[in-house]
Nanobody
Framework: VQLQAFGGGLVQARDSLRLSCAASGDTFSSRWLGWFRQGPGKEREFVAVIAWRSGHTYYADSVKGRFTISRDNAKNTMYLLMNSLKPEDTAVYYC??????????????????WGQGTQVTVSS
């Protein structure tokens, strides 16, 4: 599976932004498609994940109610709609694909395919 993330940029606090992740290759071999982020001086952290087939979604508490993950199976593309952005959302956002169990979806170790990352900067 090859992943390419794009859509990042510089926005102001309370703005919205939509990230996209285009997948190619054997996409149906991956059970989960997720978003992670890594802010300046921070470790990579889980943001959201969607089950490729069922569409079930899970979110980190820090983004719940503000971010929405979705996918378009026909286009092999996953999206992350980010509303009410905050300066603390500033990070490089990565999309990832993996096939582990539900209890592991928040662990980056479960994902064996990663996109190149796209920078999101939120100014106050």
């Amino acid at each position: 599976v090859q992943l390419q993330a794009f859509g990042g940029g510089l926005v102001q606090a309370r703005d919205s932004l939509r990230l996209s992740c285009a997948a190619s290759g054997d996409t149906f071999s991956s059970r989960w498609l997720g978003w992670f982020r890594q802010g300046p001086g921070k470790e990579r952290e889980f943001v959201a994940v969607i089950a490729w087939r069922s569409g079930h979604t899970y979110y980190a508490d820090s983004v719940k109610g503000r971010f929405t993950i979705s996918r378009d199976n026909a286009k092999n593309t996953m999206y992350l709609l980010m509303n009410s952005l905050k300066p603390e959302d500033t990070a490089v956002y990565y999309c990832a694909a993996g096939s582990g169990v539900l209890s592991s979806i928040q662990s980056s170790r479960m994902y064996n395919h990663w996109g190149q990352g796209t920078q999101v900067t939120v100014s106050s």
